[in-house]
Structures are given as structure tokens and as C-alpha cells.
């Protein structure tokens, strides 16, 4: 990427402080260096004056700076250093040209920075060396190749069906993952964060135009870069969600399975289909109403013919334990008679261009105005807008068409619409996110609006609902956008190659700290086969968010759709879903207190394979379970890979000794899943939804081959009482012993959320025919009832009652 127009920059003196930091004068502008607490170092720069910190404005948390103070080196640079309990970082600053280096505590080099410069237009570049080998991974929501490596990719929230190569897609997160290789001979891979704050566009070339270096570059505003130190993924994220935060837990019924098309478009059809899940026992908790059920697309307010009674309507559908999420636009219809629209206008709350007009945006309502959810008061106020949908009782909200989405001209036909030509918003004018009275062009801050579009709806829910905790499905974001959304992939195509794609994105944006994602189960358009659903069902019933969901322009995509066989499927999918939702619970919780995925690559459960580094069409649910879907028309085996130590499948128990590949049968009834050796997975009977209360409260799956500790959480799944304390914790470790003995500990329950007794089930996989069951160290009889064990298909259940004590439950091999 020659491009001459970018004057490359060199040092020409240094004062210490910002604190933490140093600053410095370079020939065209000014930079900023500062360690962090926690080891990550932020490099600032600008061709003029540094622009104001706007982190904190979009809701990052504070940057934690530490004590480095600057010290001048040898060869005329500037040096900076420190080292605490929660990181530590060594930073040289070459003078002429510009480089810097970022150095972990053992002095190995982790980033090297060359190349800043600034172009007339605005534009800002940073180069960062890219060794032979290492691996880039994340940068959100992305197509194309696992590893990024030799892509050029764009960072610009556009409203964008998905394509196998497509970029870019909806939403932006300007960071990835750098991974140097594990090597066969022992060598450990270490990875390190690199996040480009940048709400304008941006541009990574990954060594596609120079093989030995990662350019990226911003449009406006320019660098603001940090670096995380690693050395294991897991380390890089907690580190990097710190900054831009955490996937809250979601309340337990945004969990289960989501039934959506565009449109179930009045009252009769949305009672229809309540009662058409329930009577096939398809397990489901909530509906999402799309559109149509607006009245002429003006947001807030139900159409008054096809939905006449709302609060009728979703209190029966709460008997029958569905909740309700409704579609939320950011467009507000231009129509003078309408007070949501007048009251935005009245009070200056809509994006204008520079000359003062609404920009001629057209979206579903027809010509629309944009609120400017970058200012407080416009997010308070948008918030407060959700009361009548809270008091009809809405339980969680679809942000959609938040890029902003938008077209110049279209074409009604009927309900058929054709948008043309994307709307250009580049002469749109949006107050800044922070401070003054001064706008910014829509341009600057592009990225950040569907972001703080869900930032205004989830602010909303919370105020008008404290004591809930919200759902947001957000189709636009920036970094962060996990704080405030979950996140799906927009519109997909049925193919087998999206089905595919899907896996691999989600896993992108799972490593880019969006825990709380999903993909249309089935695709948005297109022609869906009964074996595409079927495959699709079986891996979407395990994605973070599983919602199915449609266009209207195809056929239906309810779980039924596609004759019995593919209904038994979807059943035993989503049945999974509801039995496995203790142990899916728990890695929210754990997403919310460390940042860590609920999806994770292998590389992130096994960084130091060399093969697991390429696996993308596999991954790890949590820490214990490997998923391997069948993601190919026709095939009914696939080749697995089991990175080193014990697996067991999930269905028929085999045993198998990693690493290795192995070939499975999958017929289509068969999602390949297996279990890590030593692993306990909390589970609990199957239910149609998540209120619902199981008839086993607790099951707990024990796998043999290895040693585990972990935790068990609960609380009650729906309130905020978790946050003060309102949650239970039952310690779980699990010892395989030599000769074969397994021992499963419960420590005592700890914690502000009382559990009653309750019956309990060990299930103790891959058991064999043990020689004595023990319960605290006393032998239990073969025997169904509590306390007892029974042996079933190579495994072993132990029932006895769980009253929150510890307890110890011990297999004994036969000799
Ligand atoms: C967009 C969304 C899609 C939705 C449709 C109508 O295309 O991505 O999910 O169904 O708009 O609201």
C-alpha cells in the first residue's frame, strides 16, 4: 500500500505524563504513550493537538494508567516500564523513523509498531510487524478465512446481506487477536491483543500488500491503539472486555430458543403459533415480532387492527411461558401528526445536515429521521419510549437497522419493497460523543451508532424495569457492543456454504468479546432443504443466541416446517439446549466476571496444538465440551480432531485418547459432541421453557480421563438480585484416580441464594461396571430411588438428595 501522501513521522522531544505515560513531539503532530495497570499500552497520536479521550464517553470503563514515568535511552529514544501484580510492560520509542516496541516481563518483544503518519485528508496509519506465521484472529463480525492473514479488511457498519467474502458487514470491532505459532517442537504460542479505537472507518491490511507487516489505518480522529498482553488468549480478553466490557448475564429465558420470522403479523397468527409450538413440545421461550406488527412502521406503537389488545395478547402467551421481543428501529417515520416524531424535532434530538435539513433517509415507515444517540439526553429520552411496550409486557428488544440502514429511492410493491442506492450520509452532521457544543460529521462516529442505539435501549429497560434484567439483540455494533446487546450475523442465505460461515464468524466475534451471538437458524433468505434445517438446527441449538428466523419471502421456518423427521431433530436439538442450560448459565456467568467466550476456538482451549490452530469448524462449548456439526450437504461422516487428552461422545459413550483424528458416523440425527476427560457438566431434565420447573433440578455429568475444578452457579435467572450478592455457588472438582477410580466432590453451597432440597443425579459416563458406588465414603446399593445407583448403557446414576452440604460420590473400579 504505497502511499506517498502519508509523511512517516519521527521523534523530535518528549515531557513525561500523561500518567503512566509519556508524551511526545513528532515532526507532523503529537502522541501520547501509557502503560496501564494491568500491562496493556496505549499508543495516542494525531497530526495535531491529541483529541479528547472518548472512551468513557461510549461507555468504555476508565483507562486504569499506571506509575511508569519515561527515561531517555541511549540512541536518542524514550523509554518506559513497569511491572505490577496485574501486568507489567516495557516500551522502547525509536526517534528516527518513528518505531515502538512493546516488550512483556520477560523482555520477549510482543509488538512493534513502525510506520505512523498522518495524510492532509485526516487519515492516520500505524504499521505493526506481522512475523512469519502469526495468526490473526477477530476483528468481529467477518467472512472470509479463519485466519485473517493476507485479507484487507474494512471496518464500516454498512447494512449488508452476508456473502462468503463480503466486507464489510454490520458491525465493526476494530481489534483481533495475534497469535505467533506453536510449533511441533514445543514451541508455546503467545498471544497478544491489538484494538484500534476508531468509531470512523478503518482499514487493516494483514500483510496482504506488504508480507511482513499489519497496516491499519483510520479515516478521522487518528490513533488511538492499544496492546494487550496475553500470553493466552483467555488473558488477552479479560483484558481487553475490561476496557470495553462484558456480555452482562442474561436473564435464563433469553437462553432458551428464539422463534422468529418477518412477520407473525397479527394476533391470531402469533396465538396460532404459540399453541403449535407447545402441542409439539418444541422446546421454546420466546417470540420475537418483527415489523409488522407496527403500526405503518412508526416505532412504539402496535397496529391498532392486527394487534388490538397487546397486553392480552402476551399475558396469555406468559401462561404458556413465551416472552415477547419486539423489533425496534432506529428511523422514526416523518409524520407531522405523530408526537414521537414531533417531540424529536421540537427538541433538536434528530440527526441534521450541515445546512439544518433531515437528511432524506428512506427505511420501512418511508422517509425517516435519526435520533443522535450519541448525546445522553436523546438516549434518556429514546429509553423512556419503551414504556408503553414495557407496560404491555415486552420483554426484550430487536435493535435492528442501526449501521443506520437506509436507502435514497425505493419501490413499494404491495409488502414487497425494493431499496435502491444506500443512503449517503456523509454531509450528516452528529453532536460529538463527548464534550462542547462542537458537531462532528456522521462519518466520525459512524461505528458507534447502532452501539449506542442498544446503549439507549438497554438504559431504557433498566430504568423502567429495575429490577429486571434486559434483553437487547443489537444487528449493528462497535467494540463493546456485548456491554449493552447481544449480537446476531443479519442476513444470511440457506446454503450449506452460510451454514458453514456462520461457525466461523461466530467464533470471529466470540474472540472479539461478543459472547452473546448468534446467526438466523435456517438463514434469512434463500430456499432452506429439510437437511440444511436440520444440520442447522442441530449447531444453532448451541450457539450462544439461538433464534430461527426468516424472511417473508420464502417458505416457513418453523421447527415443523420440514415434515416429522427434521421436527424430531429440531426437538432433540433445542431438548439438548434446555437440558445442557445449567452448564450455558454458567459460562454467561463466567463471560460476565472474566470476558471469557461461551464459544471458543480450539486454538483458545489449546493454543500450543498445531493443528487445533487450524480448526474452524469445530469448537469448544465452554471448557468441557467439543462440538463438531456437520456442516456439508450429503455427508453423513466427519473427520474430527481431538486436541491431547481424554474424549468421550456424548451419546454412545466411546472413549477416545487425544490427539487424533478421528471419522464419526452422523447420520442426520447425530450432532457429533464430546466430553473432556475429568470434566463435570451441570445439566437438568428437559423443559419446554425456561420457567419451567424440571423435573431434575440437578444432573450432573461426570466424564473419566482427567482431573477438573470448577463451579457450579444459580441464582434465580431473571432478577438483579445476582448482582448483590443473590447467587449460589456449589464447588465441583472431579479426581480420576489411578486404577480407575472417579470421584466426584460437591463442596458445601456458598453464597446469598437459598436452594431447597432437592432430588439429585450423578451420571458418571464411560463408567464400565464399577465394583462399589460410594456417598460419603459409604457404599450405596444398585437401586433405583435416593439414595442409590443404577447402571444404564456403560453408565452409572447415582441418585441421592442434594441439601447444599458437601458430598462425595466415588466409583471403585472392579479389579
Ligand atoms: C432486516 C433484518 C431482518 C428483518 C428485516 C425486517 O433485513 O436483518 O432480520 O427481518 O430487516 O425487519
Known amino acids: 500500500m504505497p502511499e506517498p501522501e502519508f ?5 523530535l522531544g518528549f515531557a513525561p505524563g500523561p500518567e503512566g505515560g509519556v508524551s511526545l513531539r513528532l515532526d507532523g503532530g503529537m502522541a501520547a504513550v501509557t502503560i496501564a495497570r494491568d500491562g496493556s499500552v496505549r499508543l495516542r497520536a494525531a497530526a495535531g493537538a491529541l483529541p479528547p479521550d472518548a472512551g468513557e464517553a461510549v461507555g468504555f470503563a476508565p483507562f486504569a494508567p499506571s506509575t511508569a514515568e519515561p527515561f531517555a535511552l541511549d540512541d536518542g529514544g524514550v523509554g518506559l516500564s513497569f511491572s505490577g501484580p496485574e501486568g507489567a510492560a516495557r516500551v522502547e520509542v525509536d526517534p528516527d523513523p518513528f518505531a515502538l516496541r512493546v516488550r512483556d516481563r520477560a523482555g520477549h518483544v510482543l509488538a512493534s509498531l513502525s510506520g505512523l503518519g498522518f495524510a492532509p485528508d485526516g487519515r492516520a496509519r500505524v504499521a505493526l510487524a506481522a512475523p512469519v506465521g502469526q495468526r490473526f484472529h477477530g476483528f468481529g463480525e467477518k467472512t472470509g478465512p479463519f485466519d485473517q492473514r493476507g485479507r484487507v479488511l474494512r471496518m464500516r457498519n454498512r447494512d449488508q446481506h452476508v456473502r462468503p467474502e463480503i466486507d464489510p458487514l454490520y458491525a465493526s470491532i476494530p481489534f483481533f487477536l495475534s497469535l505467533s505459532p506453536p510449533t511441533p517442537l514445543g514451541d508455546e504460542s503467545v498471544a497478544t491483543g491489538v484494538f484500534l479505537d476508531a468509531p470512523a472507518p478503518s482499514r487493516f491490511d494483514l500483510a496482504a500488500s506488504d508480507r511482513t507487516r499489519v497496516v491499519m489505518e483510520t479515516a478521522a480522529g487518528g490513533i488511538d491503539l492499544t496492546i494487550f498482553p496475553g500470553p493466552r488468549p483467555a488473558d488477552v480478553l479479560r483484558r481487553f472486555t475490561a476496557r470495553v466490557g462484558r456480555t452482562p448475564v442474561p436473564p435464563l429465558w433469553a437462553l432458551g430458543h428464539h422463534q422468529s420470522r418477518w412477520s407473525y403479523g397479527s394476533e391470531a397468527e402469533v396465538r396460532a403459533l404459540a399453541r403449535e409450538i407447545r402441542r409439539r413440545g418444541i422446546p421454546t421461550d420466546v417470540i420475537h415480532l418483527d415489523i409488522d406488527y407496527m403500526d405503518g412502521f412508526r416505532v ?18 406468559a401462561a404458556q411461558g413465551f416472552r415477547v421481543v419486539t423489533i425496534i428501529d432506529p428511523g422514526v417515520k416523518v409524520d407531522p401528526e405523530w408526537d414521537v416524531f414531533r417531540e424529536g424535532v421540537a427538541r433538536g434530538f434528530f440527526c441534521r445536515e450541515r445546512a439544518g435539513a433531515l437528511p432524506a433517509l428512506r427505511v420501512w415507515p418511508g422517509d425517516a429521521a435519526l435520533p443522535d444517540f450519541n448525546r445522553a439526553e436523546v438516549r434518556a429520552w429514546w429509553g423512556g419510549l419503551h414504556r408503553p ?47 462542547g457544543d462542537a458537531r462532528v460529521p456522521h462519518e466520525h462516529v459512524r461505528n458507534l451508532y447502532g ?26 455494533g462497535y467494540a463493546g457492543i456485548q456491554r449493552h446487546a447481544a449480537l446476531w450475523t443479519g442476513d444470511t442465505w440457506s446454503t450449506f456454504a452460510q451454514l458453514r460461515l456462520s461457525v466461523r464468524m461466530l467464533l470471529q466475534l466470540s474472540v472479539s468479546g461478543v459472547a452473546f451471538c448468534g446467526a438466523d437458524i435456517g438463514g434469512f433468505a434463500g430456499i432452506c432443504s429439510p437437511e440444511l434445517f436440520a444440520r442447522w438446527m442441530q449447531i444453532g441449538a448451541l450457539y450462544p443466541f439461538a433464534r430461527t428466523h426468516a424472511m417473508w419471502l420464502k417458505g416457513r421456518q418453523e421447527p415443523w416446517s420440514f415434515g416429522p ?6 426437538r432433540a436439538a433445542l431438548g439438548l439446549r434446555m437440558r445442557l ?31 487445533a490452530a487450524r480448526i ?27 486436541p491431547e487428552g481424554t474424549w468421550i461422545a456424548l451419546d454412545d459413550g466411546a472413549r477416545y485418547a487425544g490427539p487424533r483424528r478421528i471419522e464419526v458416523s452422523a447420520p442426520l440425527e447425530r450432532l457429533p459432541i464430546f466430553a473432556r476427560g475429568g470434566a463435570v457438566v451441570p445439566m437438568r431434565s428437559a423443559v419446554q421453557h425456561a420457567g419451567e420447573a424440571p423435573a431434575e433440578p440437578l444432573v450432573l455429568a461426570v466424564f473419566p480421563g482427567g482431573d477438573s475444578a470448577g463451579v457450579l452457579i444459580e441464582d434465580d435467572g431473571e432478577t438483579t438480585a445476582h448482582l448483590r450478592g443473590a447467587m449460589a455457588r456449589t464447588p465441583l472438582r472431579v479426581r480420576d484416580r489411578a486404577g480407575g477410580r472417579l470421584r466426584l466432590e460437591l463442596g458445601a453451597r456458598e453464597g446469598g441464594f437459598a436452594i431447597a ?13 464399577p465394583r462399589a458406588v460410594l456417598l460419603d465414603a459409604l457404599p450405596l446399593e444398585e437401586a433405583a430411588g435416593a439414595p442409590g445407583y443404577e447402571r444404564r448403557d456403560g453408565r452409572v446414576e447415582v441418585r441421592f438428595e442434594d441439601d447444599g452440604g458437601a458430598r462425595s460420590i466415588e466409583l471403585e473400579p472392579a479389579p
Open 7 to 11: 509523511r512517516e513521522e519521527g521523534l
Open 300 to 317: 412504539f406503537r402496535f397496529d391498532p387492527r392486527r394487534f388490538p389488545q397487546p397486553g392480552r395478547l402476551l399475558r396469555e402467551l
Open 389 to 435: 411496550l414495557v407496560e404491555a409486557g415486552v420483554a426484550g428488544i430487536w435493535n435492528d437497522m442501526n449501521e443506520p440502514a437506509g436507502w435514497t429511492k425505493d419501490v413499494r410493491l404491495g409488502r414487497f419493497l425494493l431499496p435502491f442506492r444506500p443512503q449517503d450520509l456523509s454531509r450528516t452532521e452528529q453532536a460529538p460523543a463527548i464534550g
Open 451 to 476: 452501539q449506542q442505539h442498544s446503549r439507549a435501549t438497554r438504559e431504557g429497560l433498566e430504568a423502567l424495569r429495575p429490577e429486571q434484567r434486559p434483553f437487547v439483540l443489537s444487528r449493528s
Open 565 to 570: 423427521r427434521i421436527e424430531a431433530i429440531a
Open 581 to 611: 442450560m445449567p452448564y450455558l448459565y454458567g459460562l454467561f456467568h463466567e463471560a460476565a466476571a472474566s470476558g471469557e467466550p461461551v464459544w471458543r476456538p480450539l486454538f483458545y482451549a489449546f493454543p500450543d496444538d498445531p493443528d
Open 616 to 642: 474452524d469448524d469445530q469448537l469448544m462449548l465452554g471448557p468441557s465440551l467439543l462440538v463438531a456439526p456437520v456442516l456439508d450437504r450429503g455427508a453423513r461422516r466427519r473427520e474430527v480432531y481431538l
Open 757 to 769: 432440597p432437592r432430588p439429585a443425579r450423578v451420571v458418571f459416563h464411560a463408567a464400565g461396571r
